[in-house]
T-cell receptor, first 114, second 111 residues
């Protein structure tokens, strides 16, 4: 059981470039989300989805887009990378959005924007 | 504004030296308080969920407790393999599965 899989593990971008961070889960979870983790700060929610075709913004959504065409996949797109987006990005999923099931996290993508 | 504060920021223990990690919160409508463990280069790994004041949960050398204002993660006779960053997070009513995280406590256990 792979759980939550994120690719790539590492990425270096130049300012202005775009890219997509991939996230897939094989647990049939309805809820999926993206967090970023920066030194000295807690994990912060970027975007989330309560099911295929439904997405919403978290607390730091600017500069990022998401879509959810299938239950399994929830890619995060950086439209025009900026140095402020240098961070470690985590994808997380849970069974449903309304219950209290815990989030399951992937192992992250470490992104550097120069 | 909902806040989660963890203390201390870092803790160094000798193997076998028991201690506690603190997570204090100021939120309205707490639906659950979560503890996670995070190893370097890895994603957070779920440990416990606590729902109401007075609740306690245990797993091996770890015991989590909850009051109306804070949660403690007690570590009894820690081993070097307990070294990690411990994250606390809260979920409030009406927030789907959104978690608000504290900054984490880095625990180092020396042999």
């Amino acid at each position: 059981n792979a759980g939550v899989t994120q690719t790539p593990k590492f990425q270096v971008l130049k300012t202005g470039q775009s890219m997509t961070l991939q996230c897939a889960q094989d647990m049939n979870h309805e809820y999926m989300s993206w967090y970023r983790q920066d030194p000295g700060m807690g994990l912060r929610l970027i975007h989330y989805s309560v099911g295929a075709g439904i997405t919403d913004q978290g607390e730091v959504p600017n500069g990022y887009n998401v879509s959810r065409s299938t239950t399994e996949d929830f890619p995060l797109r950086l439209l025009s990378a900026a140095p402020s987006q240098t961070s470690v990005y985590f994808c997380a999923s849970s069974l449903q959005g309304r219950d209290n099931s815990p989030l399951h996290f992937g192992n992250g993508t470490r992104l550097t924007v120069t | 504004e909902d806040q989660v504060t963890q203390s201390p920021e870092a803790l160094r223990l000798q193997e076998g030296e028991s201690s506690s990690l603190n997570c204090s919160y100021t939120v309205s409508g707490l639906r659950g308080l979560f503890w996670y463990r995070q190893d370097p280069g890895k994603g957070p790994e779920f440990l416990f969920t606590l729902y109401s004041a007075g609740e306690e949960k245990e797993k091996e050398r770890l015991k989590a407790t909850l009051t109306k204002k804070e949660s403690f993660l007690h570590i009894t006779a820690p081993k070097p393999e307990d070294s990690a960053t411990y994250l606390c997070a809260v979920r409030i009513s009406g927030a789907n599965s959104k978690l608000t995280f504290g900054k984490g406590i880095t625990l180092s256990v020396r042999p």
